[in-house]
């Protein structure tokens, strides 16, 4: 589950670990056994806390694929399959790169780093900053540009570097090492999006740090050695797929992501210790798995199925719902025939006194309240609804393709996203409870078809709630691309208002530029009520500027 919704989650609930004391029935207590051996399994140290696309990932995807063909599911992948594999782009790996003035070689990041559109090069040259001979690299203040730029609210930084560029290539420039002497901040930074097409020569650029040590003369020739390496780091996650079935023609979905944050590498762990440490994951997302594989093995047993189930373990759901979004846009099966999707996200730490159970996605069909209300029993759960299709999780993909969903959480608690989320905090006669009412409520769904979808007033997922105002947006969380992509809007908020869509790509807000998700958070929090700016915007091949006033 991403770290900006937890900050929204503290506002649901906080759960304390305590003793979990039930005394249990003998059905319930194999129950235990089971999902205990699969939760200690699955965050045991030897799988590495399940980072997507590592050794330990494939360790616990062939945990789980035994499981699913020990319970006789039939495989839904890729060609027949387990799996469905899909590309993870992990920005661009610039730590090959060198640089040198006059022997010294200046530090990555600290005093210079390549642009983006840089061609991948090794240049050498002793060019005077001040004078630009052909054939050699050559040395440019930005400064001009941006004084041609002051009252230029649409001034796009990136663009007038690379337009530069050319224009310096053509004039005979071996490569461009750009500098800003003015005290104004450039906003310059290394984009790390995936598939800017390079320019012909290398490009860097000079940070404030580098300029002070190395260009303070600008009459002086320097030796430079350029050597501009930068490789786009990928890697695979896969989607594990088990089908139940039935020859029905309507299908339930039941989800459950199996990944983690293995060492915490992706910046995404709540960790501050210094030394690396396994992230064990084992209430993220061990115990939804372990319900994954119970419900797969429940619902075999069932002799009066008439619905076909899909069981699915997301692969990359903590780098941004990345498998569940692969899988809505490759379905496995007729997704117009899917009647709606089940998805447990940290079903394991149900509080022993609050016994607080979110059920999120209440909204989504207006099938729910009455079974859910029919369904839950109220000595064992305080039920805590939300009524949004969207959350930090993967039925978030689902509803986005018009299919109800149900979402259930325990709560957060101290120790999500560190180390110490480990099997022995796990309330395991909790997560039985949870596992016994959504089979409750699949054997109430049973043969039904597709229940009515309906869009919910959605809480902006990854808006973190510090922000006075709200575009109404619903980031593109697998987007790679430089911008922010529009994945959602939601009803009568500023950027419906404005006519902003679904697949537009906001590249600008005010003179702010939005290049990631993160320089449009940065950007949002410049902004306070009914504050009026601008949003530019691409959409498809054409780029377009709309007023928008927040409230
Ligand atoms: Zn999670």
């Given at each position: 589950?991403?770290?900006?919704?937890?900050?929204?989650?503290?506002?649901?609930?906080?759960?304390?670990?305590?003793?979990?004391?039930?005394?249990?029935?003998?059905?319930?207590?194999?129950?235990?056994?089971?999902?205990?051996?699969?939760?200690?399994?699955?965050?045991?140290?030897?799988?590495?806390?399940?980072?997507?696309?590592?050794?330990?990932?494939?360790?616990?995807?062939?945990?789980?694929?035994?499981?699913?063909?020990?319970?006789?599911?039939?495989?839904?992948?890729?060609?027949?399959?387990?799996?469905?594999?899909?590309?993870?782009?992990?920005?661009?790996?610039?730590?090959?790169?060198?640089?040198?003035?006059?022997?010294?070689?200046?530090?990555?990041?600290?005093?210079?780093?390549?642009?983006?559109?840089?061609?991948?090069?090794?240049?050498?040259?002793?060019?005077?900053?001040?004078?630009?001979?052909?054939?050699?690299?050559?040395?440019?203040?930005?400064?001009?540009?941006?004084?041609?730029?002051?009252?230029?609210?649409?001034?796009?930084?990136?663009?007038?570097?690379?337009?530069?560029?050319?224009?310096?290539?053509?004039?005979?420039?071996?490569?461009?090492?750009?500098?800003?002497?003015?005290?104004?901040?450039?906003?310059?930074?290394?984009?790390?999006?995936?598939?800017?097409?390079?320019?012909?020569?290398?490009?860097?650029?000079?940070?404030?740090?580098?300029?002070?040590?190395?260009?303070?003369?600008?009459?002086?020739?320097?030796?430079?050695?350029?050597?501009?390496?930068?490789?786009?780091?990928?890697?695979?996650?896969?989607?594990?797929?088990?089908?139940?079935?039935?020859?029905?023609?309507?299908?339930?979905?039941?989800?459950?992501?199996?990944?983690?944050?293995?060492?915490?590498?992706?910046?995404?762990?709540?960790?501050?210790?210094?030394?690396?440490?396994?992230?064990?994951?084992?209430?993220?997302?061990?115990?939804?798995?372990?319900?994954?594989?119970?419900?797969?093995?429940?619902?075999?047993?069932?002799?009066?199925?008439?619905?076909?189930?899909?069981?699915?373990?997301?692969?990359?759901?903590?780098?941004?719902?990345?498998?569940?979004?692969?899988?809505?846009q490759h379905p496995t099966?007729?997704?117009t025939k899917v009647s709606?999707?089940?998805?447990?996200?940290?079903?394991?730490?149900?509080?022993?006194?609050?016994?607080?159970?979110?059920?999120?996605?209440?909204?989504?069909?207006?099938?729910?309240?009455?079974?859910?209300?029919?369904?839950?029993?109220?000595?064992?759960?305080?039920?805590?609804?939300?009524?949004?299709?969207?959350?930090?999780?993967?039925?978030?993909?689902?509803?986005?393709?018009?299919?109800?969903?149900?979402?259930?959480?325990?709560?957060i608690h101290p120790d999500?996203?560190?180390?110490?989320?480990?099997?022995?905090?796990?309330?395991?006669?909790?997560?039985?409870?949870?596992?016994?009412?959504?089979?409750?409520?699949?054997?109430?769904?049973?043969?039904?078809?597709?229940?009515?979808?309906?869009?919910?007033?959605?809480?902006?997922?990854?808006?973190?709630?510090?922000?006075?105002?709200?575009?109404?947006?619903?980031?593109?969380?697998?987007?790679?691309?430089?911008?922010?992509?529009?994945?959602?809007?939601?009803?009568?908020?500023?950027?419906?208002?404005?006519?902003?869509?679904?697949?537009?790509?906001?590249?600008?807000?005010?003179?702010?530029?939005?290049?990631?998700?993160?320089?449009?958070?940065?950007?949002?929090?410049?902004?306070?009520?009914?504050?009026?700016?601008?949003?530019?915007?691409?959409?498809?091949?054409?780029?377009?500027?709309?007023?928008?006033?927040?409230?």
């Open positions: 589950m991403p770290r900006s919704f937890f900050l929204l989650l503290l506002f649901f609930s906080i759960s304390i670990p305590n003793a979990h004391s039930q005394k249990l029935r003998k059905a319930d207590r194999q129950m235990v056994e089971e999902i205990q051996t699969d939760i200690q399994y699955l965050s045991n140290d030897k799988l590495e806390g399940r980072r997507a696309g590592t050794p330990g990932e494939k360790l616990a995807s062939d945990y789980i694929i035994s499981s699913f063909q020990k319970t006789g599911l039939k495989p839904q992948g890729d060609q027949g399959g387990w799996l469905q594999s899909f590309e993870i782009y992990d920005g661009k790996d610039i730590s090959q790169c060198h640089f040198s003035i006059n022997g010294s070689e200046l530090v990555l990041d600290k005093e210079y780093f390549p642009l983006s559109f840089s061609s991948n090069e090794k240049v050498t040259g002793s060019p005077a900053i001040a004078l630009q001979e052909s054939g050699s690299p050559w040395f440019f203040d930005i400064k001009e540009i941006m004084e041609s730029a002051q009252n230029n609210p649409h001034f796009d930084m990136e663009k007038a570097l690379r337009a530069e560029t050319r224009v310096l290539a053509g004039r005979g420039a071996s490569a461009v090492i750009f500098f800003n002497s003015s005290k104004t901040d450039d906003g310059v930074e290394f984009n790390p999006a995936e598939g800017i097409l390079p320019e012909k020569i290398p490009v860097l650029y000079v940070t404030r740090a580098g300029r002070k040590k190395y260009l303070k003369d600008i009459s002086q020739s320097l030796d430079v050695k350029i050597d501009v390496h930068m490789e786009e780091k990928k890697r695979w996650g896969h989607n594990i797929i088990g089908y139940l079935d039935k020859g029905s023609p309507y299908t339930v979905v039941i989800g459950a992501h199996y990944d983690h944050l293995g060492y915490g590498e992706d910046g995404n762990s709540l960790y501050l210790g210094h030394e690396k440490m396994i992230h064990h994951g084992a209430d993220d997302n061990a115990s939804g798995t372990a319900a994954l594989m119970e419900l797969a093995r429940m619902l075999n047993k069932s002799r009066s199925l008439k619905s076909n189930y899909l069981f699915i373990a997301f692969s990359a759901e903590e780098s941004g719902l990345l498998g569940s979004k692969y899988f809505t099966v007729d997704l709606y999707m089940l998805n447990m996200d940290m079903v394991g730490r149900l509080n022993d006194s609050s016994h607080v159970l979110i059920i999120g996605g209440y909204g989504t069909s207006p099938e729910w309240s009455g079974l859910i209300s029919s369904t839950v029993n109220k000595k064992i759960f305080t039920l805590k609804l939300d009524s949004s299709g969207t959350g930090p999780s993967d039925h978030t993909s689902f509803y986005l393709k018009n299919i109800p969903v149900l979402f259930f959480f325990t709560g999500y996203h560190k180390p110490t989320d480990e099997a022995a905090k796990i309330n395991y006669p909790g997560e039985v409870q949870v596992i016994h009412l959504i089979y409750s409520i699949t054997e109430k769904m049973d043969g039904m078809n597709k229940p009515l979808f309906t869009k919910t007033k959605d809480e902006q997922f990854g808006e973190a709630p510090a922000f006075n105002v709200t575009l109404g947006i619903m980031p593109d969380y697998s987007f790679s691309g430089s911008g922010v992509r529009i994945d959602a809007i939601s009803e009568g908020r500023p950027a419906e208002k404005a006519g902003l869509q679904t697949g537009d790509v906001i590249i600008r807000l005010g003179r702010y530029q939005v290049s990631s998700l993160q320089s449009y958070m940065e950007a949002l929090s410049k902004f306070n009520r009914e504050d009026k700016t601008t949003v530019e915007f691409s959409r498809g091949t054409e780029i377009k500027t709309v007023d928008v006033q927040f409230n």
